[in-house]
């Protein structure tokens, strides 16, 4: 399974950037999709991930500023991103959640990263 971003940049503060991961490879079940950030000695953090029931779920600090979405046919997952804020500021990964069927378990992928920059 590939994962492949884009969409990244530098941005002013109150701007807006869209990122894009298409999935491709060996893609059976998904179970869900969504974005990641980690800044520099910290832990990953959940964004924003869609489950492939079309449930959503936001971190408390991008709610209503961010929206994810989902082409289930091109299987790529996008994420609006608006009133960019500097803490924004960081490296953001694309992950998709796969079940593997017959073992009733889930495994993760994911996307090398793409930087974000909000300059204020």
């Known amino acids: 399974v590939q994962l492949v971003e884009s969409g990244g940049g530098l941005v002013q503060a109150g701007g807006s950037l869209r990122l894009s991961c298409a999935a491709s490879g060996s893609i059976s079940s998904i179970n869900s999709m969504g974005w990641y950030r980690q800044a520099p000695g910290k832990q990953r953090e959940l964004v924003a991930v869609?489950?492939?029931?079309?449930?959503?779920n936001y971190a408390d600090s991008v709610k209503g500023r961010f929206t994810i979405s989902s082409d289930n046919v091109k299987r790529t997952v996008y994420l609006q991103m608006n009133s960019l804020k500097p803490e924004d500021t960081t490296v953001y990964y694309c992950n998709i959640r796969l079940y593997e069927l017959g073992f009733g378990t889930v495994r993760d992928y994911w996307g090398q990263g793409i930087q974000v920059t909000v300059s204020s």
């Open positions: 869609e489950t492939s029931g079309g449930r959503t």
